[in-house]
């Protein structure tokens, strides 16, 4: 893996290289060091010209004030992606890997106005509902589940065996799902990350949220999805669909890359070894850190101005899309100064402004469970190779590990361990699932049900 060290002068893609070239945020180079990259960009000003995807232009904020300007003025800079105007005018390529995550959708991450205000009323309001403690109950089950998956093996991937499968476990849990929709999900979910068959995967998370909101019209609960169906803000059918795709969509994936992130700092970081504080406050400082300096959604919130904005300097142009780089705002030189004596709340890993994270506690409350289970459970657990062999998944929008390899001493396995892998050749759709040792991906949650009655 690549440090910014290791660059001699600009890194590759960088305005040097190109001569003034709009610079590519997608790549193995950008992927290993875009603290380099960000202070390459900063020579632009508060926002400089990228390229998210091939033929995909946009302008990234990377300074720390315009980046909340940006976000704290609606009325300047909308969300709805309708207004794309390379998008409406046939530039961008409708195969781009990037549209999935910037078209519209009648959620209240591209909505803005008073249909933003209704969808998102839905949202916190139904959150607000959650009982943290059911979630810290159900979150350490599901942290057991996966640890006695691998536990007895003495090696494991910490992103693939636990930081990506346990936010999706919890929230089949929050969302009131059976075995067999929530086995569709979490195959769903898991294969658009993987970019394995996404297309197929793509498909069967549609039909088994359509499958889920049909079955909480007949049948509500004590969830999610029954308390959005059941809000004054009468969510159709669609807008339901869409709302929980944006709820597990927006809280799997971060709350994947704080666990694994801040697993690799506790792992590798000598000033995470012990000392004067908890081992609580350890793994909270931790997630700070990964929140600060590698936040786990690097570059998104994408904006679009209503008309040309000069932003202290940066011309912006109308329907022109802006991309917020909390990555980046973060780690703004201007901050230097006082950055270690700032709020733990002052960075913008939640985003700010009428968009920000309605969900920053709960997935707090998880990750910090997460990893103190994983820790008390296999107190001597290490990095099983070089810290810099490691790698990180391409993309403009997120910082992920591609994995995080461990090891320690192995443990007696749990009797209930192995109950779940007595399925053999089940289906999720018409994608067959073989069943050899742990679970795979398409039968997490009925074999997380079995494993806890066992």
């Known amino acids: 893996m690549q440090s910014p060290s290791e660059f001699q002068g600009p890194p590759p893609g960088c305005p040097a290289h190109a001569g003034g070239a709009r610079v590519p945020l997608h790549g193995p180079e950008f992927a290993a060091a875009p603290e380099a990259f960000y202070e390459q960009l900063r020579k632009y000003g508060p926002a ?29 800079f909308a969300r709805d992606s309708r207004r794309w105007r390379a998008l409406k005018e046939g530039r961008v390529p409708l195969d781009s890997p990037v549209l999935p995550m910037m078209a519209y959708r009648p959620n209240c991450l591209f909505s803005d106005g008073a249909d933003h205000m209704r969808l998102r009323q839905a949202v916190t309001d139904s959150l607000a509902r959650v009982d943290t403690h059911r979630l810290s109950r159900h979150a350490e089950r599901v942290a057991s589940y996966l640890i006695s998956q691998f536990s007895s093996r003495g090696r494991v991937d910490l992103v693939a065996d636990y930081a990506q499968m346990l936010p999706l476990l919890v929230f089949n849990d929050l969302f009131g799902c059976p ?3 929530g086995d569709r999900l979490v ?11 996404a297309e197929k995967a793509n498909e069967v998370l549609g039909e088994a949220l359509f499958d889920l909101v049909a079955l909480k019209r007949a049948t509500p609960g004590e969830d999610i999805t029954s308390w959005l169906m059941g809000h004054q803000s009468a969510l159709t059918d669609a807008e339901m669909i869409h709302q929980l795709v944006t709820l597990m969509a927006a809280g799997t994936e971060p709350m994947q890359n704080i666990i694994a992130g801040a697993l690799r700092l506790l792992l590798t970081d000598e000033k995470y ?19 600060w300096n590698s936040p786990p959604i690097a570059n998104y919130a994408v904006h679009y101005p209503l008309h040309d904005v000069d932003l202290s300097g940066s011309k912006l142009g109308a329907g022109e899309p802006v991309v917020i780089s909390f990555a980046a705002a973060n780690t703004d030189p201007n901050l230097s100064v006082g ?23 709960p997935a707090l409350l998880v990750s910090v469970l997460a990893i103190e289970k994983l820790l008390n459970s296999l ?15 391409p993309g403009p929008f997120h910082r992920a590990l591609e994995s995080l390899p461990a090891r320690f001493t192995p443990l007696r396995p749990d009797k209930r361990s192995t109950a779940p892998s007595s399925t053999v050749g089940a289906t999720v759709g018409n994608a067959p699932v073989q069943q050899q040792g742990a679970p795979q991906k398409g039968r997490w949650w009925s074999s997380f049900l079995t494993w806890w009655k066992v």
């Open 179 to 181: 075995a067999e929709i």
């Open 379 to 393: 107190p001597d657990i290490d990095l099983a190779v070089p810290e810099e062999s490691l790698t990180w998944r």
């Open 273 to 291: 070894a012990g000392g004067q504080h908890s081992a609580s406050l350890l793994v909270e400082d931790a997630i700070n850190d990964v929140l």
């Open 339 to 361: 950055r270690q004596t700032l709020s733990k709340r002052a960075h913008l890993a939640w985003g700010a402004g009428p968009h920000a994270c309605p969900a920053k506690d």
């Open 48 to 76: 400089a010209p990228v390229e998210l995807a091939p033929g995909v232009e946009a302008a990234l904020v990377t300074d720390y004030a315009a980046a909340l300007h940006v976000l704290q003025n609606p009325d300047t």
């Open 187 to 197: 195959f769903g979910i898991s294969g658009i990350f993987d970019g394995v068959d």
